[in-house]
């Protein structure tokens, strides 16, 4: 296995786990179940986890697939840049999802608060990761990118041309 492979492997990890977890703690907080709070809790920490290394792989994927003939600069830029900036606030959900885990865990009074500003960077996160695993799929998957239509037609232009160089 290689890091393109590690990478594919464990990039879905961070984006679904934020998912479950945001509807887990949803569903604590109008249940008001203090294990479904907790357990979300866990989930963003092993989310955050799993986005370090999903991070960590990433630059030896970006290698192996940057020199592919349908795969261009610009949308890996474009990949990275959102996922440093999914991973920042996944670190940051992590971390303050820690903190809310230890306050409720202790039962102190301003548990609901880091409970709320918990919940906030998990809506927060659930977009980037969104927008993250979108722009990671346009990098192999040229039907779901933005342009695909015109992405089709000028790929069909060069597969043509092509064609007609060999007669």
Do not use: W
């Amino acid at each position: 296995m290689n890091d393109a492979h590690y990478h594919l492997v464990i990039n879905h990890f961070p984006i679904i786990g934020t998912i479950f977890g945001l509807g887990i703690l949803i569903a604590g907080l109008v249940l008001k179940k203090s294990l479904l709070q907790n357990t979300a809790y866990v989930l963003f920490i092993v989310s955050a986890l799993t986005g370090f290394l999903s991070m960590y792989t990433g630059e030896g994927a970006e290698e192996m697939v940057e020199n592919f003939p349908t795969v261009s600069e610009n949308i890996i830029h474009e990949h990275e840049e959102l996922a440093e900036k999914f991973a920042a606030v996944l670190y940051a959900l992590g971390a303050v999802s820690l903190l809310t885990l230890f306050l409720q865990l202790k039962r102190y009074s301003f548990a609901k608060i880091a409970t709320y500003c918990t919940l906030g960077l998990a809506l927060l996160a659930v977009v980037l990761g969104k927008e993250v695993g979108t722009s990671g799929g346009e990098i192999r998957h040229t039907e779901i990118r933005k342009n695909a239509k015109e992405a089709q037609t000028n790929s069909a232009e060069q597969v043509n041309n092509t064609e007609q160089d060999e007669d």
